[in-house]
């Protein structure tokens, strides 16, 4: 999986690899941040419910305050 090679590269690499809740908790003194956008491929062809599963996370941003975590 993909966790798993993520995990593998980290122990190689010598670093630490963290899965965490918080979006809070991943910015913090992180090295490296990726925010990236994501969609639900299951709902691609269903943009009415993708968008109200959406909504639940509308606090998951990139923003400067979170960059100062980091």
């Known amino acids: ?4 090679a993520a995990r593998e ?6 670093v630490n690899f963290e899965v ?3 979006m809070d908790a991943a910015f913090e003194d ?3 941040v990726y925010p ?5 491929e ?3 062809h269903k943009p ?3 968008l109200e599963i959406s909504k639940q ?3 998951w941003i990139c923003d400067e305050r979170r960059m100062k975590l980091a």
């Open 57 to 59: 996370y509308k606090s």
């Open 42 to 44: 299951s709902l691609f």
């Open 30 to 32: 992180a090295d490296i």
């Open 48 to 50: 009415e419910e993708a």
């Open 36 to 40: 990236k956008s994501w969609g639900i």
């Open 1 to 4: 999986s993909t966790l798993q």
């Open 20 to 22: 965490v809740d918080s």
């Open 9 to 14: 590269n980290a122990r190689k690499a010598g």
